[in-house]
């Protein structure tokens, strides 16, 4: 009876780390969030600066996710969360270690912005890609591995901003982006060393040589995507048919 326990805790323990590990990296991109510009705020004291820093945040995981799919597949969904992970941790632990040691021009700090946010969303994807062969391992449905999964994530999202700022009121904005860069230390250590790696190919697939290039499979997907706004465009009605009714 213990042996058989113990089995279904083992077998359950990728799953709880992964969904654990997600949670912190999310907590962790919402301090980012917030201490990021904040930080720029009271070092440089420009709004405009502190704009463009928010700004930019965002803005890289927007587009590097238009890639990402690609990539992620390429690349292995656990190696992907890793990987994503790694880079924001390292990109973002630089910032407040240079500006306390050989100065942080500006130009520097927006390239390491880009580098700690451009992954955001590829390794979203690559942990949401693990549910399904986590949850068969874990004899659990995948549906209430998703539930779990998005509310813990959406949990995370709400709790991020208050505790950013709570953080920042209580140590300031550089000791919350070394905590921030600890979060994604701490995911990447946790899918890395708990979770198991899994093929991303079945006998029914294609081999690695004989997939489609990267380029085809962007140009593929993009072409699909001009097609389905067009589609969607041409039945939408137009705003300007309805005439005024004729007098009698």
Known sequence: MNSAAEATRNNRLPLFALIGANTVSEI???LTLIALPWFVLQTTGSAARTGLTGFSVAIPGFFVGIFGGT??????????SVVADVVSGIGLGLVPTLYYTVGLPFGVLMAL???????AIPGITARRSLLPELAEMAGTRLERVNAAFESIQNLALLLGPPLA???IAWQGATTVLWIDAATFVFSAVGVGTLVPVFRLTTESEPEPEDRPRYRTQLTEGLRFLLRSCATWRSRSPSPMV????SLP
């Open 165 to 167: 700022g709570l953080l």
């Open 71 to 80: 990539v992620v597949d390429r690349l292995g969904y656990r190696r992907s």
């Open 28 to 30: 962790g991109s919402m």
């Open 242 to 245: 309805s005439r005024r009714p």
């Open 113 to 119: 912005v880009f580098v700690g946010s451009m992954l």
